[in-house]
């Protein structure tokens, strides 16, 4: 394939409820939307899902947009390209910016399983008809408001419930869940918000029968969540700590986790994310996909990485209408009883709804 056209548009879309963490509350998303085009008119759809300030990684969607106009696009525009690998060997000289890089990459990998006329979950070497899905729940005002929020999941057939944690509003909030529901799948996620002088309290929760402790220190810290993983019996899992193989790789090899959450904007890719699951698979250590608050067009890939045999723990690839009004494609990601059916149609197996898609732009421009 060789591209010939890009198209970039800059989305805001509302939430139906706000999501609270411990960096923070997200009231809307705005997001990127690129629609890639080859020569041969086949279109390709990928999304940036760097948030609007740096506080999950260094990017932000202004950042995104500068590292794609001044540098990814005119490494990738009109290039003879064989496979999607190639996009990852042509971005290697150009340092981090992985979101940026992922949404370019996961727009090619579209066109090439359109024009293989494979579905995008095949071309990874995907092998589920159907993922099981957890939800992710933030920061609530009360313990009675997330117990109750939990309870409304669980009946709806969500097979794990993701708590935010923080100083100050973990323990007691996972002993009273833990109470409620003894038998959960259940796991606490911490965005970075501990240190080592609060391995007392991360101790503690070992109490609770969890999945795991979801990165619970700095995210450029893999020593020191090795020296805690030696303290803890819950597994550790590293989101914000993994950008690539060689992060998994010395991160396994020093013990600092016993689970890695893969996000595909986290990593810069698709390739980079079959790369890191083969590898864990390879190393007994399961995986999982992580959620960045993914319109449809990243949700979509969400669910076709997810069809790889490592990612054997319940993702946080929630349906649609659990964030969304009104998603940007149809027809959009639903969730039954606790799973989501992999589409089999060619490319990502869904449809962009350009009327939606136009409604929520708020500024685009074109590439050649």
């Given at each position: 394939?060789?591209i010939?056209?890009?198209?970039?548009?800059h989305l805001k879309?509302?939430?139906?409820?706000?999501?609270?963490?411990?960096f923070?509350?997200?009231h809307?998303k705005?997001?990127?939307?690129?629609?890639?085009?080859d020569v041969?008119?086949t279109?390709?759809?990928?999304?940036?899902?760097?948030?609007v300030?740096?506080?999950y990684t260094?990017?932000?969607l202004?950042?995104?947009w500068h590292?794609?106009?001044d540098f990814?696009?005119?490494?990738?525009l009109h290039?003879?390209?064989a496979h999607p690998?190639?996009?990852s060997m042509?971005?290697a000289?150009?340092r981090?910016n992985c979101?940026?890089?992922?949404s370019i990459e996961?727009a090619?990998?579209d066109?090439?399983?359109?024009?293989?006329?494979?579905?995008l979950?095949?071309a990874?070497g995907g092998n589920?008809?159907?993922?099981?899905v957890g939800?992710?729940?933030?920061?609530?005002?009360s313990?009675e408001k997330?117990?109750?929020l939990?309870k409304?999941?669980?009946?709806?057939?969500?097979?794990r419930v993701?708590v935010?944690?923080?100083p100050?509003?973990d323990i007691?909030v996972?002993?009273?869940?833990?109470?409620e529901?003894?038998?959960l799948?259940?796991m606490?996620?911490?965005?970075s918000a501990?240190t080592l002088d609060?391995?007392?309290?991360l101790?503690?929760l070992?109490?609770?029968n969890?999945?795991m402790?979801?990165q619970p220190l700095?995210?450029d810290?893999?020593?020191?969540?090795?020296?805690?993983q030696?303290?803890?019996?819950?597994?550790i899992c590293l989101?914000?700590?993994?950008?690539?193989l060689?992060d998994a790789?010395?991160?396994?090899e020093?013990?600092s986790c016993?689970v890695?959450?893969?996000?595909?904007?986290r990593?810069?890719g698709?390739t980079?994310?079959?790369?890191?699951?083969?590898?864990c698979?390879?190393?007994?250590?399961p995986?999982?996909?992580?959620?960045?608050?993914?319109?449809?067009?990243g949700r979509a890939?969400?669910?076709?990485l997810?069809s790889?045999?490592n990612?054997?723990?319940?993702?946080?690839?929630?349906?649609?209408?659990?964030y969304?009004?009104?998603?940007?494609?149809?027809p959009?990601?639903?969730v039954?009883?606790g799973?989501?059916r992999?589409?089999?149609?060619?490319?990502?197996?869904?449809?962009p709804?350009?009327d939606?898609i136009?409604k929520?732009t708020?500024?685009?421009?074109?590439y050649k």
């Amino acid at each position: 394939m060789k591209i010939k056209e890009i198209t970039i548009r800059h989305l805001k879309m509302a939430m139906k409820a706000p999501f609270k963490t411990s960096f923070g509350t997200i009231h809307e998303k705005e997001l990127l939307l690129l629609e890639v085009k080859d020569v041969a008119g086949t279109i390709g759809w990928g999304e940036a899902v760097a948030f609007v300030a740096p506080w999950y990684t260094e990017e932000t969607l202004k950042t995104t947009w500068h590292m794609l106009e001044d540098f990814l696009m005119p490494t990738l525009l009109h290039k003879e390209i064989a496979h999607p690998d190639e996009v990852s060997m042509l971005f290697a000289p150009i340092r981090r910016n992985c979101m940026a890089k992922a949404s370019i990459e996961g727009a090619v990998w579209d066109i090439y399983a359109q024009q293989t006329k494979q579905s995008l979950a095949h071309a990874l070497g995907g092998n589920k008809d159907l993922i099981e899905v957890g939800i992710s729940v933030g920061i609530q005002s009360s313990v009675e408001k997330l117990i109750e929020l939990i309870k409304n999941y669980i009946q709806m057939g969500y097979k794990r419930v993701k708590v935010k944690i923080k100083p100050g509003y973990d323990i007691e909030v996972i002993r009273a869940i833990r109470s409620e529901f003894p038998d959960l799948p259940l796991m606490a996620d911490a965005n970075s918000a501990y240190t080592l002088d609060d391995i007392d309290v991360l101790r503690q929760l070992d109490a609770f029968n969890l999945l795991m402790i979801e990165q619970p220190l700095a995210a450029d810290d893999i020593v020191d969540h090795a020296k805690l993983q030696k303290q803890l019996k819950t597994p550790i899992c590293l989101d914000e700590s993994i950008t690539s193989l060689e992060d998994a790789r010395k991160a396994i090899e020093l013990g600092s986790c016993g689970v890695i959450n893969v996000k595909i904007g986290r990593v810069g890719g698709l390739t980079e994310a079959r790369n890191i699951h083969d590898y864990c698979r390879g190393k007994g250590i399961p995986v999982w996909c992580g959620g960045m608050l993914e319109a449809g067009i990243g949700r979509a890939h969400n669910v076709a990485l997810t069809s790889l045999a490592n990612f054997v723990l319940p993702g946080d690839t929630a349906g649609s209408n659990h964030y969304w009004y009104e998603d940007i494609i149809q027809p959009e990601v639903v969730v039954e009883d606790g799973f989501i059916r992999v589409p089999q149609g060619v490319g990502i197996g869904y449809t962009p709804n350009i009327d939606v898609i136009d409604k929520l732009t708020i500024t685009k421009k074109v590439y050649k």
